[in-house]
């Protein structure tokens, strides 16, 4: 069974910087596709950063020049270090996964963590 577990959100002054965490645990050989998604209170959840395995990267022009995602294959482990944070970065930040080998078995559906906070106010 793939569980992702996120850390490092939090509370920030505008301006500040927080590094978001997410590992994927269980048998798993290779992921493709890793990532953030956000959601904002009364908002649809959105795309913030997606890297795959071969090391592409894109992201929401939103947050284009400030946030920057990277990932450790060997574990399994992608981050999103958000720099320059302004209140509307405010949301819950869920790490993404699909395109999972695991166990001899290909997974396409995607697989979420829980969801990790980032508050950004003075």
């Known amino acids: 069974q793939v569980q992702l577990v996120e850390s490092g959100g939090g509370l920030v002054q505008p301006g500040g910087s927080l590094r978001l965490s997410c590992a994927a645990s269980?048998?798993?050989?290779?992921?493709?596709?890793m990532g953030w998604y956000r959601q904002a209170p009364g908002k649809q959840r959105e795309l913030a950063a997606v890297?795959?395995?071969?090391?592409?990267?894109n992201y929401a022009d939103s947050v284009k020049g400030r946030f920057t995602i990277s990932r450790d294959n060997a574990k399994n482990t992608v981050y999103l270090q958000m720099n320059s944070l302004k209140p509307e970065d405010t949301a819950v930040y869920f790490c993404?996964?699909?395109?999972?080998?695991?166990?001899?078995?290909?997974?396409?559906?995607?697989?979420w963590g829980q969801g990790t906070q980032v508050t950004v106010s003075s």
């Open positions: 993404y996964a699909a395109g999972i080998s695991s166990g001899g078995e290909f997974y396409g559906n995607p697989y």
């Open positions: 890297h795959t395995r071969t090391g592409s990267t």
């Open positions: 269980g048998s798993i050989s290779s992921i493709n596709v």
